[in-house]
């Protein structure tokens, strides 16, 4: 995701990761980092926000997938069946 994202050069992928760079699983953190430092140098404008998100620290040190998820396996499928709308 994160090549994909750096290949499309545009303002919304440089969102996407920014917020992985701090959010995401600590493997990719790294990676989207740069990958966001090399599309804002290439001139790709960064959303208003994208400071803030910086300086958010990830909750319990972990992405917000294994937050929410819990310490199931992410890749198994949902934990609960979809919920129906009215």
Same mark, same amino acid.
């Given at each position: 995701?994160?090549?994909?994202?750096? =290949?499309?050069? /545009?303002?919304?992928?440089? @969102?996407?990761?920014?917020?992985? &760079?701090?959010?995401?699983? !600590? =493997? &990719? #953190?790294? @990676? @989207?980092? %740069? &990958?966001?430092? #090399?599309? +804002?140098?290439? !001139?790709? +404008? %960064?959303?208003?926000? +994208?400071?803030?998100?910086?300086?958010?620290? &990830?909750?319990?040190?972990? /992405?917000?997938?294994?937050?929410?998820? !819990? $310490? #199931? %396996?992410?890749? /198994? !499928?949902?934990?609960? $069946? $979809? #919920? /129906?709308? $009215?």
């Amino acid at each position: 995701m994160i090549g994909h994202a750096e =290949t499309l050069a /545009s303002v919304e992928a440089l @969102a996407v990761l920014r917020v992985c &760079s701090v959010l995401g699983p !600590g =493997t &990719s #953190r790294a @990676a @989207a980092g %740069d &990958s966001a430092a #090399r599309l +804002a140098a290439a !001139g790709v +404008a %960064d959303r208003p926000w +994208a400071g803030r998100v910086e300086q958010m620290p &990830s909750p319990f040190g972990r /992405s917000i997938l294994e937050v929410t998820a !819990g $310490p #199931r %396996d992410l890749t /198994s !499928g949902p934990a609960a $069946p $979809p #919920r /129906s709308t $009215p």
